[in-house]
Structures are given as structure tokens and as C-alpha cells.
């Protein structure tokens, strides 16, 4: 919990307060004195959650045996509909952890099994869902494409990002690398016929390849492709050998298996699909297959053709998400279809895609890293994730996605100048982004592509800003330069970050070996570990009214310091999980609140001399089953509790 001050945030900032913060400090006491007997307790109600739904599709599946089941894999974690869409729940095996999904399967002979490859190897249930089983060989390359024979369960293919193809036949206990004559750096796709197990496709930068053997060998097929850059492949459900193949030069199709390839027309341009983008997926309606369906994944959104490809329509009514990643067809009904976007989630189209809607209750991108409150709009929510940022205005209610400009949708940590709500600041994987308008548009501040997990604004002088990332990054110009520092600091990096807020050049670092403290702004630092040791530290908070006295969650409970980081004592009677975050009421301070690392969220009432978990009557699926990596209290009328979980954001009053 990166924790500022709301009274330091809220009152407006002259010359003399800036250079005398014992007077401001006192003004503020007295600001807390005179609302304490009006403001209501936070966090004392019920749970709710809105959200964030939606979020970004990495891949989208169908259950061949009930079309009203689908699956949904995301860098968040897989969710199930067993509604046709509309409604969702996180598909999670609490002692597995979230499962990110690269790359997602779907068993058609035994429709219950599923697989999803991860960055820590392969998944798979046998029961739907329910329950997981690990597979850990990790194949060289990053598994992106992933196909199960359909009519034999166990046997899968596995397609790597640095062009390998792997094949096992055991359900994914072991694997044989099968790329002999595969001539490719990448794999973009991975096809398996359906009358034959031994015969599959894939496309790769060098074209298309085919092996009759199950990958014993391979052979290039491209006689008649103009353009060996081939972005999709689809297989003809109804017509045996006949594939087509989409490359920036046109479509392809192939009546032979492969052998040879004639270009149906030149790739639409223009008014029809406007200027040459990436069509990474092309589906056949399986019961007309002159029709087709694509999508752009540079944002134009979704196309079809009635007459085998030679003209193509856009379909976009509805679609506020226009970056689609995957398409797939109801078996049963053709007219309908599903399409996974970038940061939309999913939308389903019931009259194949004249008019589509988005169907995400419950499929919340989740995995919320951090949250923020607008101290001047505190109806204003902010929500970091795995798949962006989200924001809401009805104080968590509704999330709309505010993530465009950024380079990618891994955010870790956020902070608002609190004299300017409207300027934003973002850790991500690749250094700290602005915005400095809401969240509207994000800009790389150029402070590197270091991995950025800790974010602080001095309340002070908030054009100082603070970034963790491997050593502490200062910048004194609201991010238009950075200084890096990191002296004193041990190696690795900055997991947290807190500011005194009357005295802020005195910083805190939580890192893998404990607390550093700062008292020049970042350049310098000490070890702060007396009582704590040398353990990694997830999340600290300071007290706002008494600011010597700060909080460390780790993964021994909580440990308060009331000397300012010079000493600590474990404070952890009735916590029974990891501490991942912090929050201090900033009108009660002796009320704190902690968030449980494997699920839970525990309040204090004395300064963390005692805990008690405080799940009692939340929803289904509420943050008693979820990780909490993030908590916030409203900072005007402390009377909210946001807890940021693996499963979106819950709020409790």
C-alpha cells in the first residue's frame, strides 16, 4: 500500500505551507479533530464487487458438446460461462495459484478436459474446471499455440514462440520436441486435422508447413502464396484438405491440403478493411462455409464474407473494443458469435456479428495490483492490473478500461499528484507512464525499461516523484527526467515505497531484505531491520497523524515500527496468512487494515496489537477466496473500503 496522507492531499498548498510543514502538519490535526465525530467507520458493511469487467482476451474457446460453455483465458487467470456469456466466475485452484494463460485447449472427444499452457508450465483439469493438475516441463521457447487431437484427449501439440512444435502424448507429462524441416522463428497458429491425428498445419514467418507424421517431419507448402508472412489459417470444417491462409497480400485458399494454393483476391484495402493491419484469426462458418470471419488486432475490429473471401463487409455495431484477438462460432447456432478483445473482454453477436454486445458480468480482468482514489473526486476509483488500468466514477461500481498509449497491460503500481488529480503516474514493466488527464491517454515519462513496482508523490512538492524499480528513481519534474539512486540500497528491487508526509524527504523502501529508510529524498540509504530482519516486505504504510509510527507486511504478518523504521515488533495476534497490503484509516489511525496474501482481509482496532478477519457476508467468490494485493480507504469520507484481488476489485462500507 503506497499510503499518502488524504489531509495533506486534499488542502490546497501555498508558499508558506510548502516551506513551514510543522504549521501545516498543525492545521491538518485540527482539520482530523473537527470532522472525527461525523465521519462512520470504514469497512464495517457488506461486500460488493463491480468489477473491473472485462479486460484483455488472450484466447477464447467453445465446448464442442455444449455451446452454452465457454472458456476465457487472460494474463489475469481463465473464466467460465456456462450461460452462453452471460455471466462468468474465475476458474482458479486455490492451491495452484491464478493461472495465466498464454495459450488455452479444449479437449472435443472429452470436452471436461481442458488445458492451458502457463509461464510455469502446463495445466490441466479433467473435471471442467474444477480442480488442476501441474505439469511442470517447461519447453524451450514461449508456448503460445496449443492443439488437442480431436479424437484423442491425450494427445496434444504445443507451438513456441521461437518457432519449435512439441508433441505429447500423455496428456502433457512429457513432451518430444517435433521440428525436423520446420523452418520458422515463430509459430503464429497450429491446426490439427480433424481426420487425422498425424496430420497438422501450422504458419510460422516462412509460410505454411504440414506433416503427415505427427511432426516426425515437416514440409513447406506454399507453392502459389505471394507472400510468405502468413497472420491466420483456417481449416474447412465441412471439406476435407480445404484450408485458407491470410497474408497482408491477400487471402489464400487451398482445396488440396497444401499442395497448391490459389489467391482468391488481394487482401481488402481501402474503405472495407482501411489500410493493411495484423488478421491473426480467421474462422469458416461450419454450417455455410462460404462464409468467413476476421478480425484486425490493430483495432479496426471484425469482418465478414458471404462469398468465400472475395468481398468482405466490417461488422461493428456494438463493439466498443474494436481490437479483437479471438473469434469463435457457435457449433449449434452459427449465428452466433463470440469475439475476445484487447481490454473489452468478450462480446457476443447473436446475428452473426451484424450487432454485437458485450457479455462480461463476472468476468472481471481482475489481478488489480493497485488501486487509487481521487482525493478530490473520491467517487473517482483507479485500478491497476495485469490487463491495464480501469477507472471508475461511481466509486467502484462500473470500470470503463483507461489504458490506451501504454506499452503493455502489466501495471504495478499507481499514484496521483494530490494537488493535481488529473496527472496519473503508472509503473509498468517498461518504466513509469503519465497521464495528465484522467487516465485518458498514458505517455512513457522515458525512465527506462526497468520493471517499476513502487510508486510515491511527495504531497509537498508533488513534481518530486518517487519509482521502485532496481534502485530508487527520482525525478524533480513530474517525470520529464529521472536520477537513479542506490546507494545503500541491496540488490534487487524496491517491492514498496512510503513518504512521511510531514517530513518528506524522509523515504521507506520495502524490499526482498527488509526496510531501507531514506533521509535525503532517495539518495541515500540504511538498512532498517532491527527486529524485522532481513525478510522481504510486501507492502508498507505510515501512520498520517503520528508519522514515526509505520506498518510492513510480510510474510510473517504485520511488524509496526514507532520510531520511524529504527526498530520494529511483530504485530500479528490472530492474523493467520502473508501480508501483502496495507491501509491505515486516516480519521481512526488506530484502526488498520491488512490484506492476506492467500486470501482475507483482517482489520485492527489497536494499532495492530490484535487482528480479526473481517470476510463475514461477503459475496460468492469474495476477497476470503481471492489474494488481496491491494486495499485503499475513500480519503474525503473514509467510510469505504477498496480491496484489490486476483479477481477484481470488492468494496465494503
Not at 129 to 142: D, E, M, N, P, V
Not at 465 to 491: E, M
Not at 590 to 612: L, Q
Request: include cysteine; proline fraction near 6%.
Amino acid at each position: 500500500m503506497r499510503f499518502t496522507s488524504p489531509w495533506l492531499q486534499l488542502l490546497p498548498l501555498g508558499k508558506h505551507h510548502r516551506d513551514h510543514p510543522t504549521d501545516l502538519l498543525q492545521i491538518l490535526l485540527i482539520s482530523w479533530f473537527a470532522v472525527l465525530p461525523t465521519i462512520a467507520e470504514a469497512g464495517l458493511g457488506e461486500w460488493t464487487s463491480g468489477g473491473p469487467y472485462g479486460g484483455t482476451v488472450v484466447e477464447l474457446v467453445i465446448d464442442p458438446s455444449s455451446s452454452t460453455t465457454l472458456y476465457v483465458g487472460t494474463v489475469s487467470g481463465l473464466f467460465k460461462s456456462t450461460d452462453a456469456g452471460a455471466s462468468w466466475s474465475p476458474v482458479i485452484d486455490r492451491h495452484l495459484g491464478f493461472i495465466k494463460a498464454n495459450a488455452l485447449a479444449i479437449a472435443e472427444s472429452t470436452p471436461d478436459t481442458v488445458y492451458t499452457w502457463s509461464d510455469g508450465g502446463l495445466f490441466k483439469s479433467i473435471d471442467a474446471g474444477k480442480s488442476w493438475l501441474r505439469h511442470t516441463q517447461l519447453l524451450q521457447g514461449k508456448v503460445v499455440q496449443l492443439a488437442v487431437a480431436p479424437s484423442a484427449s491425450e494427445t496434444l501439440f504445443a507451438g513456441a514462440q521461437t518457432g519449435e512444435v512439441y508433441r505429447s502424448e500423455n496428456g502433457g507429462e512429457s513432451w518430444d520436441m517435433r521440428s525436423n524441416g520446420l523452418e520458422a522463428s515463430r509459430i503464429g497458429g497450429l491446426v490439427i486435422d480433424p481426420a487425422s491425428e498425424d496430420k497438422v498445419y501450422v504458419i510460422s514467418d516462412q509460410g505454411v508447413f504440414r506433416t503427415f507424421d505427427g511432426g516426425g517431419s515437416w514440409e513447406a507448402i506454399n507453392y502459389g502464396i505471394t507472400n510468405l508472412e502468413v497472420q491466420s489459417l483456417a481449416l474447412d470444417p465441412a471439406t476435407a484438405g480445404e484450408l485458407y491462409a491470410m497474408t497482408s497480400s491477400g487471402l489464400f485458399r487451398t482445396s488440396e491440403g497444401g499442395s497448391r494454393w490459389e489467391r482468391i483476391a488481394p487482401r481488402p484495402t481501402g474503405r472495407e478493411l482501411g489500410p493493411p493491419g495484423k488478421l491473426e484469426t480467421l474462422v469458416v462458418d461450419p454450417a455455410t462455409p462460404s462464409r468467413l470471419y476476421t478480425a484486425d488486432a490493430q483495432g479496426r475490429g471484425v469482418y465478414r464474407s458471404d462469398d468465400e473471401g472475395l468481398s468482405w463487409s466490417r461488422i461493428m455495431e456494438g463493439l466498443v473494443n474494436p481490437t479483437i484477438r479471438s473469434l469463435v462460432i457457435d457449433p449449434n447456432n452459427p449465428s452466433i458469435v463470440y469475439a475476445g478483445s484487447q481490454g473489452g473482454g468478450v462480446y457476443r453477436s447473436q446475428n452473426r456479428g451484424e450487432h454485437w454486445s458485450a457479455v462480461n458480468q463476472g468476468f472481471g480482468q481482475g489481478h488489480t495490483e493497485a488501486l487509487a482514489v481521487d482525493p478530490k473526486s473520491p467517487n473517482v476509483v483507479y485500478s491497476a492490473t495485469f490487463g491495464g488500468i480501469f477507472r471508475s466514477d461511481d466509486h467502484g461500481v462500473t470500470w470503463t478500461e483507461s489504458s490506451t498509449g501504454l506499452r503493455d497491460g502489466f501495471v504495478r503500481a499507481l499514484a496521483i499528484d494530490p494537488l493535481q488529480p488529473s496527472t496519473l503516474y503508472a509503473g509498468t514493466n517498461h518504466g513509469v507512464f503519465r497521464s495528465q488527464d484522467g487516465g485518458a491517454i498514458w505517455t512513457s515519462t522515458g525512465s527506462g525499461r526497468t520493471t517499476v513496482y513502487a510508486l510515491a508523490v511527495d504531497p509537498l512538492q508533488p513534481e518530486n516523484v518517487f519509482a521502485g524499480g532496481q534502485g530508487l528513481y527520482r525525478s524533480r519534474n513530474s517525470g520529464k527526467s529521472w536520477t537513479l539512486h542506490r546507494k545503500g540500497l541491496p540488490p534487487g528491487q524496491i517491492t514498496a515505497l512510503a513518504l512521511d508526509p510531514s517530513r518528506p524527504q524522509v523515504l521507506y523502501a520495502g524490499t526482498g531484505k527488509g526496510v531501507f529508510r531514506s533521509l535525503d529524498r532517495g539518495v541515500g540509504w540504511s538498512a532498517s531491520t532491527k527486529g524485522l530482519g532481513a525478510t522481504f516486505v510486501h507492502s508498507l504504510a505510515v501512520d498520517p497523524c503520528t508519522t514515526t509510527t509505520l506498518y510492513a507486511g510480510v510474510s510473517g504478518g504485520v511488524f509496526r515500527s514507532l520510531d520511524g523504521a529504527a526498530t520494529w515488533q511483530k504485530m500479528s495476534t490472530g492474523l493467520t496468512r502473508p501480508v501483502g497490503s496495507l491501509a491505515i484509516d486516516p480519521v481512526s489511525p488506530s484502526r488498520v487494515f491488512a490484506g492476506a496474501i492467500y486470501g482475507g482481509i483482517f482489520v485492527s482496532e489497536d494499532h495492530g496489537e490484535s487482528w480479526i478477519e473481517i470476510n463475514g457476508g461477503q459475496i460468492s467468490d469474495g476477497p476470503s477466496s481471492a489474494i488481496v494485493r491491494a486495499l485503499a480507504i475513500d480519503p474525503t469520507t473514509p467510510t469505504t473500503l477498496y480491496a484489490g484481488t486476483e479477481r477484481g476489485v470488492f468494496s465494503k462500507q
